[in-house]
Nanobody, 127 residues
Framework: QVQLEESGGGSVQAGGYLRLSCAPA????????MAWFRQVPGKEREGVAR??????????FYADSVKGRFTISRDDSENTLYLHMNGLKPEDTAMYYC??????????????????WGQGTQVTVSS
């Protein structure tokens, strides 16, 4: 049983910066699929960024709404997944969740494809 825990959420003004953390990032460092989602009450969960590690390297994917502003990364020494959020906008306000797949393929932002979740960390961006 793998449990995830997010941290780093908080309140920030528009244009500000925030870094979210998720641990543990992975059990097998050679291959993994991890992602960040966000959700507003009453709305469906939305994929924000995902990181696919494989034997030959890694690849990232971003939602159009955050591309160029958010960066997903992993620190192997800390076994921690990060989401660096720059140029935050009020519409980024949401509960942010870290998720991991049991399978090593990383093809979609479908929440049903992810097996383990954290409890979420709140991000609030004010004007």
């Amino acid at each position: 049983q793998v449990q995830l825990e997010e941290s780093g959420g908080g309140s920030v003004q528009a244009g500000g910066y925030l870094r979210l953390s998720c641990a543990p990032a992975t059990i097998n460092n050679k291959r993994s699929c991890m992602a960040w989602f966000r959700q507003v009450p009453g709305k469906e969960r939305e994929g924000v960024a995902r990181l696919h590690h494989f034997i030959g390297g890694s690849e990232t994917f971003y939602a159009d709404s955050v591309k160029g502003r958010f960066t997903i990364s992993r620190d192997d020494s800390e076994n921690t997944l990060y989401l660096h959020m720059n140029g935050l906008k009020p519409e980024d306000t949401a509960m942010y969740y870290c998720a991991r797949r049991t399978a090593y393929a990383c093809p979609t932002f479908d929440p049903d494809d992810y097996n383990y979740w954290g409890q979420g960390t709140q991000v609030t961006v004010s004007s």
